[in-house]
């Protein structure tokens, strides 16, 4: 089963708006990640927050996780076309395992 | 430093062949997963390996389907006899230990497997 959710699906926004993608999470986790994949290319490990902490910032990205709703959302602001890609978060089970889900589809239009 | 290393980028297998997928991690890491992603899915977990050892192969399909992390060299996903469905981008990815402790884990560009 997956360990992450992301909802929505597909985001379509104009350049300089803000994106925010949302992740769901069943079992208890130590950390979770975001990561980004642009078409045809591998994941790149955007951001970390481990269960200790509610919130995280990374330049334009900023991260929020809520263990006692196991969520966790990513913000994109001022968003530029090149932000176009796949974003998708992950949580490690207890047995080394990171789960995926099936991502959220962020076009950008210029 | 280089990263993960993924070869071939791009496989063309005919039903029935066998695929061979190699991954070198970074240096230093001795924990490799290897991952599915199939068209407009999420990753899906396949196997974690750490030098010499299978420690979760949980998402691996039963037949057909093995993997290796040898003591020297990369380590090699194989897959016997592929079937159409097989067809996805595999992706390696490797930590310098397990992932659960906060480790943030590399990934590989992927290989592209198309079998017709």
């Known amino acids: 089963s997956q360990q992450g959710e992301e909802d929505p699906q597909a985001l379509s926004i104009q350049e300089g708006e803000n994106a925010t993608m949302n992740c769901s999470y069943k079992?208890?986790?130590?950390?979770l990640q975001w990561y980004r994949q642009n078409s045809g290319r591998g994941l790149v490990h955007l951001i970390l927050i481990r269960s200790n902490e509610r919130e995280k910032h990374s330049g334009r990205l900023r991260v929020t996780l809520d263990t006692s709703k196991k969520s966790s959302s990513l913000l994109i602001t001022a968003s530029r076309a090149a932000d176009t890609a796949s974003y998708f978060c992950?949580?490690?089970?207890?047995?080394?395992?990171?789960?995926f889900g099936a991502g959220t589809r962020l076009t950008v239009k210029p | 430093n280089a990263g993960v290393m993924q070869n071939p980028r791009h496989l063309v297998r005919r039903r029935g062949q066998e695929a061979r997928l190699r991954c070198s991690p970074m240096?230093?890491?001795?924990?490799v997963y290897w991952y599915r992603q199939l068209p407009e899915e999420g990753l899906k977990f396949m196997v974690y390996?750490?030098?010499?050892?299978?420690?979760?192969e949980s998402g691996m399909p039963k037949e057909r389907f093995s993997a290796e992390f040898p003591k020297e060299g990369p380590s090699i996903l194989r897959i016997q006899q592929v079937v159409r469905g097989d067809s996805a981008a595999y992706f390696c990815a490797s930590s310098p230990t397990d992932g659960f402790w906060g480790n943030t884990i590399y990934f590989g560009e992927g290989s592209w497997l198309t079998v017709v």
């Open positions: 079992t208890s986790i130590n950390n």
């Open positions: 992950a949580a490690p089970l207890s047995n080394n395992d990171m789960r």
């Open positions: 390996l750490q030098k010499e050892n299978i420690i979760d």
């Open positions: 240096k230093g890491h001795s924990h």
